[in-house]
């Protein structure tokens, strides 16, 4: 269980501060999909894949005073920013092995949620075809309004993130 804590800890501490839970959920699914060492089970959701088990865990690191969860007031809507706390570092260090790719945790946490919302649908589809994809994306996704070339861009941008782990 703990290992568990600590592979999610090990993203904060080679991202620094992650903003929003959103862009949380879709880092960690698709680093997942990536063959990185997550244990959250995933189902698809109005904004892509979501992980309920994630959720309950960072829910239970705040708490612990692990992770550091700060609520920004944005008018229409509230922003969380997470960072890794200093016990939650100490913590880490009974588990050495625990961080991952730095370049693939900043290569996800330099985009949008959005555009993460994109690429993590496309990986909970990668079984269908890119035609079934496609059209998945523009029937579930349609208040997005993903263009063609946003399209492209993920799938480019999926290419690039398994290069950077072969």
Same mark, same amino acid.
């Given at each position: 269980?703990?290992?568990?804590?600590?592979?999610?800890?090990?993203?904060? %501490?080679?991202?620094g501060?992650?903003?929003?839970?959103?862009? /949380?959920?879709?880092?960690?699914y !698709?680093?997942?999909?990536?063959?990185a060492?997550?244990?959250?089970k995933?189902?698809?959701?109005?904004?892509?894949?979501?992980?309920?088990?994630? =959720? /309950?865990?960072?829910?239970?690191?705040?708490?612990?005073?692990? &992770?550091?969860?700060?609520?920004?007031?944005?008018?229409? $809507?509230? *922003? $969380?920013?997470?960072t890794?706390s200093?016990?939650?570092?100490?913590?880490?260090?009974?588990?050495?092995? *625990?961080? /991952? =790719?730095?370049e693939?945790?900043?290569?996800?946490?330099?985009? =949008?949620?959005?555009?993460?919302?994109l &690429?993590?649908t %496309?990986?909970?589809?990668?079984? %269908?075809?890119?035609?079934? *994809?496609?059209?998945? &994306?523009?029937?579930?996704?349609?208040?997005?309004?993903?263009?063609?070339?946003?399209?492209?861009?993920? $799938?480019?941008y !999926?290419?690039?993130?398994?290069?950077?782990?072969?």
């Open positions: 269980m703990l290992k568990d804590h600590a592979n999610v800890m090990g993203l904060f %501490l080679q991202a501060e992650i903003i929003g839970r959103k862009k /949380l959920q879709k880092m960690i !698709i680093a997942k999909k990536l063959n060492p997550f244990s959250e995933y189902t698809f959701h109005m904004f892509g894949p979501y992980s309920e088990e994630l =959720s /309950l865990r960072m829910e239970e690191l705040c708490n612990l005073g692990f &992770v550091v969860e700060r609520k920004e007031d944005k008018g229409h $809507y509230v *922003q $969380y920013r997470y890794l200093t016990e939650g570092e100490r913590f880490l260090g009974m588990y050495p092995n *625990q961080s /991952l =790719s730095k693939l945790v900043e290569a996800l946490n330099d985009k =949008s949620s959005r555009f993460l919302e &690429v993590s %496309l990986l909970y589809f990668e079984d %269908l075809d890119m035609a079934e *994809q496609k059209e998945k &994306v523009h029937t579930l996704k349609a208040k997005q309004n993903y263009s063609d070339e946003e399209l492209d861009e993920a $799938y480019t !999926i290419h690039m993130l398994r290069g950077l782990l072969s």
